[in-house]
Every structure is written in structure tokens, then in C-alpha cells.
């Protein structure tokens, strides 16, 4: 593999399961080596299949998968050789210890001897797992379980490391010290890494590049900054006192739609949302509009534009509708019905 | 080919360790066919007393036929572990190594083969010890276990295959329950197939179950018939090598449905 040439490379990748249900429609990606490349989307969208496809566990209708050189539909042995796999599910032996874990996980690619005995030492002393080493799986924490995983798929010194999901089921916590632990493998030399995710700020925090897939193909690709600055400005967020009636309604979004660089105006009851070039510089202008219809104001937002107005803008859908899983610290704002965010998309 | 076997040895050791550390497992698939033993010793004492049983001490009788239902009982279950591995995502966490396919699939078989030996070693000691007589001797006793290890080989392929299919806990426990008594009745594990109804000893005549039981019990006896030992030994072995085929095809079969 020559250093320019892609870490992983996915191309026009299709898959049905049995039963009709299409996991895949066209997913194209291509994963830069040394970098991390985050998978976005809600649960169904495709990302494990996408995975499952790139760690050669099942093979897709269609399409190509270059990983770490190798064809993976050609020679699935070249490539599980260069990969570490953390699956979605556990998959460490519960009865066994973490040591006893990490060593046959070793001796299935070859290592032996005191150099294995070495490297899983090295291994449980970074994932902070020397003192429970010795005990059996079943008695971990689901962090440490999650630890030991992520230990599990590094053994062999892999050249491209898949994340599916890596912080689900954890606690808070937990899911903090996962994502220092990945940013500190994005450190490590040359390690490319693919991580699925369906939360907005894990892909954000830790992916130099997102694709955000939505039934089987990807909508948007870009860092998460140009996925956010293609948004062209911050979201103005305003709360009524009192929800106002359709002709009032009418009215307030006419009324702000004239100005120059507020585009998107919608309204959900009390909730008006709106988006700006400049926020900050857009209030003012805002405010004395509702003042001149009457409307009373309860609070006025702006934020920067979130990955989750992102995913709306492609997907065409609210990502907390599209996933009822929790969006992580950052609060989501309220679903808008699509009949009043006529200009969302 | 030295790699398939070092990691057939590698995963074989996972499972034998697994079932080491679950104590309560290993108690009752040891104490299960003590009860058999010695309940059904007892019970049944008598029987050889009826004209045509043809032997003297019923225990003498019983062992091989408690060896080769604790082989069946024990094996059937093999789909349940193989399952519960497919939930955790362990199989798929192997599956992405470059792991050989046949070792993981003959760790299953080797695995089976070593538990049913030593279940059927202690079966036989405990019979030694409640005074059963082996005229045979150690090549019969052999020929026994060898014979248990392969109709265990037939009932665990089976049951693997059961569980990658259907990957339901109630198919395995409904056909299991199903399974075990007709099959062990329907052969000559307890009684004298010269007292059974003749409709019974034609059924029992395609049950591998009698095929263990008859290639067994003819190598234990002072005159075995050969011929006999043969005959149910290699039909019992083109259905080991049948189920395990099998069970690599229900393998194949999963892969895909991953």
C-alpha cells in the first residue's frame, strides 16, 4: 500500500437482505490512511452492514471494498489480517479471563511467546485493565468490557481499526474516557481508523471527516466543519410567549423573511427557528419585527450550526426522529413538524 | 495445515476451560447419569430374571446403555452453546481473524469428543465400582466410548446446525425433549431386544442409538460378533461424518445471513 492510497475504499456497495430489506444502495467511501472517518446516521441506516461488508463478515450484492490494499470480496484473509475489528456486540469471552481473552485473540494471528505475553501486558496496563487482568470477563463493567474490546482488536498491531458503536450502552462516564482513549489511537502512528456512530457530537469530537448515511448511501461527506459551514450561517432560535395564530403566523414569517441573509423561517407553536448569515447581528432586526406584529418574546437563541441540522439538511429529517436514541450532551432541539419547516430543506 | 490444527487446539482449549469454570454444569452432566444408573439399577433389577433376557446382572447391561444416552443427552445441547456465542457476537468477533473456518467448526467436534470420552469413562468406573462385569475388557470398553463419542459427534453436529439455522432456544429445547426419550426407548439401552415388541426392534434396527448400543455391547461381551460391531460402527460413522458435514453447510448458511 503506498502512502497516498486510501485506507479503505468503498465503491457503489449494494445489499439486500432476505425479506427485501435494502441495507445498502450505492454506499460509497474512502477513508484517507492515518486518519479517522466517522460514520453517521441513525440505527438502519446502514453503517453495520457497511462494516460488516469492509471486515469481509458478509459479502454485498454489488460494488467493490478496498481495505488496507486488499480486495475484500477477493482475498478476505489479506484483509482480516491488516484489520481490528470492535463489533457492536461484545464478542470477549465472559468465562475467560481478560488475559486469557487478549492471549488466544494473539495466538489467532500468529503471535506467540513471550513476545504475545508482552504485548497483552502492554495492552491491559494502556486500557487500564492490569489489576482486573486476571479476572473473569463476566465481572467487568460495561466500560471495561468496552476497554478490553477495543484492547481485543489492537493485538495484532492492525493498519485500519473499525469502531462500530463504540460508546452504546455506556454510561456517560464511561463514553468520556472511550473517546479520550480513541483520540489518543488517532495519535498513534499511522493507525487509520473507521468508527460508526449514531451519535452527532461522538462523530463530531472524534472523526476528522463524516459521512453522514441515511438508507444505505451517503447524503453529505466533509470535516465536520464544512459539513456545518455548507449550513451558511447560525440558527436563530426564538421562544413566543404565546403560540400565534395562523394569520398572525403567516404574517411573522413574511415579515422576517425580508430581511437580507435570514433565510429558513419556521414556526411550531411558540418555537420559531430561523437561520442567518450572521446570528448575533441578525437579532436585533428580528426582535423589532415581532415587536412591530405584537408577538411578546420569551428568549432568543443563537448556536452555531450543530451536526444535527446537518443530517436534517440531507436526510430531509430530524436525526431524533429518524433515531429515538439519545443525541448525547448536546441538547437537540425539538422535533419540527414538516408541514410548518418549509424551508428546512 | 500445522496452523488448522494449532488453532483447532487453541479454540478447543477455550471451550474445555469454559466448561471447567461452570462447576454447576459439570455436576449435573456427571450426576445425571448417576441417577440413571442407579435408579434405573434398581428399578429394573428383575428384569433379567424374565427367560430370554439373556444375561445375568441387569447393571451389566445398563452401563453401555447409560453411556450412550448420556452421550445423546449431553451433545444435543451443543446448538444452545453455539447460539448463546452467535448473540454475544463472539463467532463474528472470530470471524473477522484470519482464524481457519475448519478449526473453529472441529474445535466444536473435538471439544464434544473429549467431554463425552471422560463422561463415558466415569460412567463405566461407577458401574466397575456398583460391581458391573466387563467381559470384554479394555477393548471392548473402548469400543464403547468410541462408539459414544461418535453418536455424540451425530446428536452435537446436529444441534449446532439446529441452532445457526433456526438460532431459536425453543426449537432446540422443544426437539430435544422431543427427541431423547422415544429415542432412547425405542433402542435397546434398557431392555432386551428380544423381549421388545418385534415393531419396536424394527425401529430400533434404524435408531443410531441401537447402533452404538449394539457395536458396544457385542466388543464388551467374552464372544463379540465382529461382523455386528463393524456393521454398526461404520454406519454409525458415515452419519458422524454426514452430520458434520452438515453443520459446516449451516455454517456456510450463516456466514451468508450475516
Not at chain 1, 311 to 321: C, N
Request: proline share 5%; charged share 20%.
Amino acid at each position: 500500500m503506498t502512502p497516498s492510497a486510501p485506507a479503505v475504499q468503498a465503491r457503489d456497495l449494494t445489499k439486500t437482505y432476505p425479506g427485501g430489506v435494502r441495507a445498502l444502495d450505492g454506499m460509497e467511501i474512502t477513508v484517507a490512511a492515518g486518519t479517522v472517518f466517522g460514520l453517521l446516521g441513525p440505527n438502519g441506516a446502514g453503517k453495520s452492514t457497511t462494516v460488516k461488508i469492509l471486515t469481509t463478515l458478509a459479502r454485498p450484492d454489488s460494488g467493490t471494498a478496498v481495505v488496507a490494499g486488499h480486495d475484500a470480496l477477493r482475498h478476505p484473509d489479506r484483509v482480516r489480517r491488516a484489520i481490528g475489528v470492535v463489533a457492536q456486540r461484545s464478542g470477549a469471552d465472559p468465562v475467560a479471563t481478560g488475559r486469557e481473552n487478549l492471549l488466544l485473540q494473539g495466538r489467532l494471528y500468529g503471535l506467540r511467546g513471550a513476545g504475545l505475553a508482552r504485548r497483552v501486558d502492554e495492552l491491559l496496563e494502556r486500557f487500564d485493565l492490569a489489576e482486573a487482568g486476571g479476572r473473569q470477563v463476566k465481572t467487568y463493567s460495561g466500560g471495561m468490557q468496552r476497554r478490553l474490546d477495543v484492547a481485543l482488536g489492537l493485538v495484532h498491531r492492525p493498519q485500519v481499526l473499525f469502531l462500530d458503536e463504540p460508546t452504546t450502552g455506556l454510561d456517560p462516564e464511561a463514553r468520556t474516557a472511550m473517546w479520550e482513549e480513541i483520540g489518543r489511537l488517532a495519535g498513534d502512528e499511522g493507525l487509520t481508523i473507521l468508527l460508526t456512530t449514531h451519535y452527532l457530537e461522538e462523530a463530531d469530537r472524534l472523526a476528522e471527516r463524516i459521512a453522514i448515511v441515511d438508507r444505505g448511501r451517503v447524503v453529505a461527506e466533509g470535516t465536520p466543519d464544512e459539513l456545518k459551514g455548507e449550513l451558511h450561517g447560525d440558527a436563530v432560535h426564538v421562544e413566543l410567549r404565546e403560540a400565534p395564530d395562523a394569520v398572525d403566523g403567516t404574517l411573522i414569517r413574511t415579515a422576517l423573511g425580508e430581511f437580507a441573509g435570514v433565510r429558513e423561517v419556521a414556526l411550531d407553536g411558540r418555537r420559531l427557528s430561523a437561520r442567518a448569515d450572521d446570528g448575533p447581528a441578525a437579532v436585533p432586526h428580528v426582535l423589532a419585527a415581532l415587536e412591530r406584529q405584537g408577538a411578546a418574546v420569551a428568549s432568543v437563541t443563537v448556536a452555531r450550526p450543530s451536526l444535527d441540522d446537518v443530517y436534517l439538511r440531507y436526510a430531509g429529517r430530524r436525526f431524533a426522529e429518524a433515531d429515538a436514541a439519545p443525541g448525547g450532551a448536546e441538547p437537540v432541539p425539538a422535533p419540527v413538524p414538516a408541514s410548518t419547516s418549509g424551508g428546512a430543506r | 495445515m500445522s496452523t488448522t490444527l494449532n488453532q483447532t487446539w487453541f479454540m478447543t482449549q477455550r471451550q474445555l476451560t469454559a466448561i471447567l469454570r461452570q462447576p454447576a454444569y459439570l455436576v449435573i452432566t456427571l450426576i445425571q447419569p448417576v441417577i440413571w444408573l442407579f435408579l434405573f439399577g434398581s428399578l429394573f433389577r428383575k428384569v433379567v430374571e424374565l427367560p430370554g433376557f439373556g444375561t445375568g446382572s441387569y447393571l451389566d447391561y445398563l452401563v453401555p446403555g447409560v453411556v450412550v444416552m448420556s452421550a445423546v443427552s449431553s451433545n444435543m445441547w451443543a446448538g444452545m452453546g453455539t447460539l448463546e456465542e452467535i448473540e454475544r457476537g463472539t463467532l463474528n468477533r472470530f470471524l473477522t481473524t484470519p482464524v481457519s473456518r475448519a478449526a473453529l467448526m472441529n474445535a466444536n467436534v473435538v471439544q464434544q469428543g473429549i467431554s463425552t470420552a471422560i463422561q463415558s469413562v466415569v460412567i463405566v468406573l461407577l458401574g466397575k465400582i456398583g460391581g458391573a462385569d466387563y467381559p470384554g475388557g479394555i477393548g471392548g470398553l473402548l469400543i464403547l466410548v468410541v462408539a459414544s463419542i461418535v453418536l455424540g459427534t451425530v446428536f452435537g453436529a446436529c444441534s449446532n446446525a439446529l441452532g445457526m439455522l433456526v438460532r431459536q432456544r425453543e426449537s432446540i429445547i422443544g426437539i430435544n425433549s422431543f427427541l431423547l426419550l422415544p429415542l432412547t426407548f425405542l433402542s435397546s439401552a434398557f431392555m432386551a431386544p428380544a423381549l421388545m415388541p418385534s415393531w419396536m426392534r424394527h425401529v430400533a434396527d434404524f435408531n443410531p442409538i441401537n447402533w452404538a448400543l449394539v457395536a458396544g455391547r457385542s466388543a464388551m461381551s467374552a464372544d463379540p460378533d465382529w461382523g455386528d460391531v463393524l456393521s454398526r460402527g461404520g454406519a454409525l460413522l458415515a452419519l458422524g461424518v454426514a452430520a458434520v458435514w452438515l453443520s459446516t453447510l449451516s455454517f456456510r448458511s450463516y456466514q451468508k445471513s450475516v
